[in-house]
Every structure is written in C-alpha cells, then in structure tokens.
C-alpha cells in the first residue's frame, strides 16, 4: 500500500490486489537485516572487514585490501509464467529474453555500488526434469545466458539446475543468479557518502515492465477477454500484450563502466525496480529529489495503467514508468552522463536535482510527491 494520496476506483487492480504487499514483505527484509548484522563479527577470523555503508543497499561490499568485493543475489519472479503462456499459445520461446531479465536483475544491482561485474551463477530449478527435455527452450536460455554475460563483459562461472517436483510447479521453472565483482580503484565506491544538495539526477531508460510488476500484469491478463493477446496500443492496435511484457531488461553495466572510462564520477546509483520511483527515497539521508522532467511511457505500462485504472500515485509507486535506472551526479557532470549513456545504446536524459530538505522525492510532471514513510527498506 502507498502512503502517498492516491485517489482509486473500486475496480482498480493494485499491485497489493494481485497479490504483493510491501507493508507485509518490507518489515521482514528489516528483521533480517538486523539478524545479519550481527555476523560481520565473523569476517575477522579471515582477517576482512565490511563497508557497513552498503547494508540495506542493493549490493554489500566487503574490503579485501587493494579493492572493494561486491556480491548479490537475485531471483527472476514471475515473468516466466508469461513466457511459458506466450509459449503455449504462439510457439516462441522468450526464454533468450528471460535469460538476460535474469542477469540484468542481479547485475543492475551489483553496479549501483561502483562495482564492475566479473562472474555470474545460475540457478536454474525445473518444477521437474521434463522442463530441460525440451530443448529448443532450454537452448534458447543457454544462449540468452551467455549473449547477456559478453554484454556485460561476465564469466558464466557455473550453476544450479536441481527439479523440485512439488516446490516448483509442473512445468515451469524458477531462475535467479548471483553476481560478484570488484571496486576497483577504491574511489569508484557509490555508497550516497558524496550524495549532496545541488546534484542532477540522470534517468536511463527502461525497454518496458522490466521484471517488476509482473504479477500485476498476469492478473491484468485474467481481466482481458483477449488475455496476453490484447493489443497494447490505446486505438486497439500494437503489439500483443504478452510479448511486450517480455522486452528484455535493460543491462546497464556498459554505461557505468562508460562513465567510469570517461572519469565521470556516480555519488549514488538507484536501480529502479521494487517500489517504482519511490526507488529515488533509497538513501537514508534526509534529502529532497526534485523531478523536473519524466521519459515517455512505454506503451505497455501506459497500457497496464489505463486497464488496471491506476491513478499516477499507484502507477509510479509500482512500476519503473519508462526509467529503469537513476545515477546521481554532479551537476557539472550531468549533460556528459547523459551523453554517455546514449553513446551505449540507452536512452537518457537529465530528469532533476536533489535539495536540502525533507526526504520526499517530487515529481512534479504529474504532481506526485512520495515522502519518507513511502519506502521502508531499512
């Protein structure tokens, strides 16, 4: 649920509605912070130490001496279910597509601390063994693997491929990957320490839903008479809705190893999946995030916006809206940052700039404001 004002019909279909509540998922992700803190103690058998800075953050970062260690792990969701129900009907396999969400949704983490991704690891669970028996699907998972690993310039170190008949459903799979890799220099370190009044914002572009929110398009799906066939376009025409869910995320580690090249230094990094633009809130200092400009919706969550009858509050507090990834700068850095970020392929633009005051984040294009008690991750 979002705290901030929100103004929805009865028949809205809220992310809470299709079954993901923040206010229930959130206050455990805090628990089990507080439990894990208390095992820093055990690193100094082996003589490491944390960067304490980077719990709560999308990656956790250890000192090993001449450089930072970052490491994370991440699970795909339910974006298979999509697939595999485009699959049933048309034939293709997104299963490429599938691959590369996966490591985008581990990857795109682990950079927001500075780091340069070197290894990922699958895990790949089969509700059965009948899963890889199919083996154009499962040839078009290995190969979208590996096309997103030289993407991101990654070692493919190994994995898991257990079947969990009866934890995972009959003929489906469950995916996810963890990623580790180096600050290197040391100065690369984007923790929000450096984050200040007077820095722009940047936001690049998302390629759709990414794979947050997918559990409101699958339950959208079921209120659609021509279900994952619906055509997205407000006139009745575009693509079909299902495969435009399953645009491929976004991989943005080219951009901060870019700017890293080019000497542009990141304050803060917000990988905006989770929680929409509420994302822009992440850092605990007690700061105001001021947007000013806000990308073009892409047509599939205009489409989900305007089915789900979603107002802006609930639209942006759930969905990535067209910007999957925000890099915090200096303001004299800002046009080059986005510059950079086109000279990879993404789109980007200078949205904002942070101010002394209250922590709200104000999106003023459509007079949304999120405040403090809106994102509560640590």
Same mark, same amino acid.
């Given at each position: ?38 095992? %820093? ?11 304490? #800075? ?30 595999? #129900? ?25 950079? =927001? ?32 693997? !590996? ?20 934890? %995972? ?13 180096? %600050? ?9 320490? !450096? ?23 699958? !339950? ?63 850092? =605990? ?11 073009? %919706? ?10 789900? !009858? ?69």
């Amino acid at each position: 649920m979002i705290a901030a004002q929100s103004s929805l019909p009865a028949d809205a279909l809220t992310y809470e509605k299709a079954g993901v509540n923040y206010d229930q998922v959130d206050p455990i992700k805090l628990l089990a912070q507080r439990s894990a803190k208390a095992t %820093v103690a055990n690193l100094a058998q082996h003589g490491l130490s944390e960067i304490a #800075a980077s719990r709560g953050e999308s990656a956790y970062v250890l000192d090993i001496g001449h450089a930072y260690l970052a490491s994370i792990v991440e699970c795909l969701g339910t974006k298979v279910l999509v697939a595999d #129900a485009v699959y049933r009907a048309t034939g293709k396999s997104f299963y490429g597509a599938i691959a590369q969400d996966t490591i985008a949704m581990a990857v795109n983490d682990l950079i =927001t601390v500075g780091a340069t991704p070197l290894v990922v690891q699958a895990y790949w669970a089969g509700g059965s063994s009948d899963w890889f028996a199919d083996t154009a699907r499962a040839t078009d998972l290995i190969n979208g693997w !590996k096309a997103a690993c030289d993407v991101c310039g990654v070692s493919w170190g190994g994995g898991e491929t257990p079947a969990l008949a009866g934890v %995972v459903a009959e003929g489906t799979i469950d995916l996810a990957a963890s990623c580790v890799g180096l %600050v290197q220099p040391k100065s690369r370190l984007s923790l929000g320490d !450096k984050l200040a009044p007077g820095n722009a914002i940047v936001l690049l572009a998302s390629s759709g839903i990414h794979a947050n929110g997918v559990s409101l398009a699958r !339950k959208l799906s079921e209120r659609l008479p021509q279900g994952y066939n619906t055509p997205v376009g407000a006139d009745g025409t575009g693509q079909a809705f299902g495969e435009a869910i399953l645009a491929p995320t976004v991989l943005y580690s080219p951009v901060t190893e870019a700017l890293a090249e080019a000497g542009v230094a990141v304050n803060y990094c917000v990988n905006v999946t989770g929680h929409g633009w509420r994302k822009l809130l992440r850092h =605990t200092s007690e700061m105001t995030y001021r947007i000013h400009t806000i990308p073009t %919706v892409p047509p599939v969550l205009s489409f989900m916006q305007r089915e789900a !009858k979603l107002d802006n509050t609930e639209a942006y507090g759930t969905l990535n809206m067209g910007a999957g990834f925000a890099l915090f700068v200096e303001a004299k850095d800002a046009e080059r940052t986005a510059e950079i970020a086109r000279g990879c392929g993404i789109a980007a633009w200078v949205a904002g700039s942070v101010e002394a005051g209250p922590k709200q984040a104000i999106i003023e294009p459509i007079g949304v404001t999120y405040s403090a008690d809106d994102l509560k991750l640590r």
